[in-house]
């Protein structure tokens, strides 16, 4: 098995033989900058699985917006870093502000940044699949964590 760094739509590039699953875990579906991406990939997706196959995604439902202070989420403390992300809601995604704190030699320092992720709901992304051509698609939503699982059974 290789690592591949490169665009997730052009997947197709790096496969020598027809799959019979593909994963999409923790938010990569998320960092595509639109839903006609995403629509482009369940779509190469099935074109490129066998039958009978699987494609798994997993992300975050980001559609339904947190409030005031919920909007900040803390992601790791430690004795020498605190990291920290602000969610700010727009029509179509989020955008995520990263604030990380770090001590070096009793000093702290910020170092910020942001980024967009989709929102996406568990409904569009199974209709999305179902319109692909999935004809299965099996969705579970934990802790605001949603996972997919489409079957591919016809071409």
């Not at 496969?15 to 900058?33: F, G, N, Q, R």
């Not at 009793?106 to 209709?127: A, G, T």
């Amino acid at each position: 098995m290789a690592t591949v760094r490169g665009d997730m739509l052009n997947f197709t590039s790096y496969i020598s033989a027809v799959p019979e699953l593909i994963v999409c875990m923790t938010d990569t579906l998320l960092h595509l900058e639109s839903k006609d991406q995403v629509r482009e990939l369940f779509s190469k997706v099935f074109n490129h699985l066998e039958i009978p196959g699987r494609f798994v995604i997993t992300f975050r439902d980001l559609s339904k917006e947190l409030e005031s202070l919920d909007r900040f989420i803390p992601v790791k403390q430690d004795d020498s870093k605190i990291f920290t992300c602000f969610l700010e809601y727009e029509p179509e995604t989020v955008k995520v502000h990263d604030l990380l704190y770090k001590n070096v030699d009793d000093q702290w320092s910020l170092n910020k940044s942001f980024y967009r992720k989709l929102r996406l709901s568990p409904d569009w992304v199974e209709d999305s699949l179902m319109a692909t051509g999935f004809g299965n698609v099996s969705l579970e939503v934990e802790n605001g964590v949603v996972i997919a699982i489409a079957k591919k059974t016809r071409a």
